[in-house]
């Protein structure tokens, strides 16, 4: 099922979303595209979450958490990461996301990729 035909199965059964975990993974030893061509890991980690996110905002907007000012606050989202973000099992430190290379399409290397996706996962959060 796809992400829009999963959004519009929650809005048929509720009117809000109290909160909504990110939490999907992978890691890819080679260099491996979905179907839409984008970079497996840069997809799930990335582009999957921030588009859920996205097309459930409507009902998240409306819905609530417990534990805030009156006893309820804003819906949350999670974004479950890794510390990949930082280090990669391939010994990059403090990797940078490669704007002109975002699908890791020149040279490609597992480790980089991962941390890649995991920074850019990061900074929607």
Do not use: C, W
């Amino acid at each position: 099922m796809g992400q829009r035909a999963f959004a519009e199965l929650v809005r048929r059964h509720t009117d809000h979303v109290d909160a909504l975990i990110n939490n999907a993974g992978v890691m890819s030893p080679n260099r491996q595209q979905t179907t839409d061509g984008y970079e497996l890991n840069f997809a799930i980690h990335h582009l999957a979450p921030f588009a859920l996110t996205s097309l459930l905002l409507p009902l998240l907007r409306s819905g609530r958490a417990p534990g805030g000012p009156g006893g309820t606050s804003l819906a949350r989202v999670v974004n479950v990461n890794s510390a990949g973000h930082q280090t990669s099992l391939g010994g990059h430190r403090d990797p940078t996301l490669d704007f002109d290379d975002l699908q890791s399409g020149h040279g490609y290397d597992p480790f980089l990729a991962y941390s890649r996706s995991k920074l850019a996962n990061l900074l929607f959060s």
